[in-house]
């Protein structure tokens, strides 16, 4: 059992708390049992497992397991009530032009994790074959984007990629790119739904990048029949997404 | 100026962070210029503007202000960084059966207050006339909530009300009540957009009451065509309040 702070690797795993550590190193940390899970039964790349205590269940038996102390697991963890594992996981590097995507969902300079997260778990929910963060939208592979996405991060390709060369690449995919906006937009029931499509959330406060607009096939709005300014932007996603899906 | 923590009014709006003093008094404290403004420019019931600092924008001058000292308002802050200016308001005590409402949105046991804020905050987008919070749903006056509901609180009625009178209440009303279940249930494509409809909405783990689902008109799912286990509640409530809106 690993028992002090001052261990190299348990130094290393709380690095990894970090979006500069992350980076560095490709690696993100997990926590809980079922992020766990989701990451043993996706087959993701798993590179430890941290556990606090001596006892596993078995069907961890095939990975690498670090035990540690209730010291080390309260300094790794990112919850309140921590429950005592977690998985070192490797970022997947995926080429967007090798994916053969046809449904996508493009995030513009999103800041809240919780709305990164929900999207990508939406996203995964209607079947969308990839999300692409964009210039701007916060790290996917924080702790709280990781905990709102509940495992979809194992489910679905997730890029970092610029998104003036993702709609690009639709463009030569023959698949037609909605964004979001309201101006010069259609109420999204205009929007038919097709079997390929690309769909560009933007940040919370200013909207979609307005160069991107201007490249989109269609630019869509959701109608606001109350009195709130607007929706949350990942429930507008969640909308858009199942309308575009149209099934 | 209030210079001290242990003044009686500060004590009392102390009261009104936690939900025991809240139910007692019938108060809520909402922080931050946008919630502060949302309550003035609604005509909420305001009982007092509390101020750190001694400046106040003109448009404030028709209420009563209590300039406080920078301890006082991080006493009464639940934000990191507060602006420092609160409104106590009253809850306004309303009777489902004096609103004639059309479109309602119900919620079962929901637990997240997050969660119970974005979906108030899209039933306002989505033009309905009332929420209703029926048993084991958390306290809709809680900070998180309204920071998450961004101002809807003001903008339709929020009614703390038992959902089994509230079905019996929508059918004698000629109200279609729609469920939202996994089992005998239709895809929400099927349900038939209307001018009146009630929607419930339930637990973030064990979905709604089954007695409750009993008494609908009709359950419906939305369909997960990727590999996450299920949609977050509020994401499923924006889905099928735009879908029974319809327009």
Sequence with gaps: MIQSLQNTKV?????????????????????????????????????????????????MDAVEVHFVT??????????????????????????????QASN???LDAIQDPGNIGTMIRTADAAGMDAVILGKGTADPYNAKVLRSAQGSHFHLPILKQDL?????????????????????????????????????????????????????DQNLYIPIYGKSESLNVAIAAGILLYQLKGE
Tied chains: 1, 2.
């Excluded at 790349?45 to 941290?50: D, K, L, N, P, R």
């Excluded at 010291?71 to 994916?99: D, K, M, N, W, Y």
Aim: net charge negative; with cysteine; glycine share 8%.
């Design 164 to 216: 003036f060369s993702s709609i690009e690449h639709c463009k030569e995919s023959g698949i037609p790119v909605y964004g979001t906006s309201l101006q010069g937009a259609v109420t999204y029931k205009e929007a038919k739904a097709g079997e390929k499509f690309a769909l560009i959330m933007g940040n919370e406060g200013a909207g979609v990048n307005n160069e991107l607009l201007a490249l989109t």
């Design 104 to 106: 996508i969902l493009m």
């Design 11 to 59: 130094k290393e795993w709380k690095k990894l708390t970090t979006k500069k550590g992350r980076d560095k190193s490709g690696l993100f940390l997990v926590e809980g049992w079922h992020l766990t899970e989701e990451a043993i039964k996706a087959d993701a790349v798993i590179e430890a497992i941290i556990k606090e205590g001596v006892e596993l269940p078995s069907y």
């Design 70 to 99: 209730e010291e080390i697991s309260l300094a790794l963890a990112e919850t309140e009530h921590t429950q005592g594992v977690f998985a070192v996981c490797r970022q997947p590097e995926v080429q967007f032009e090798s994916l």
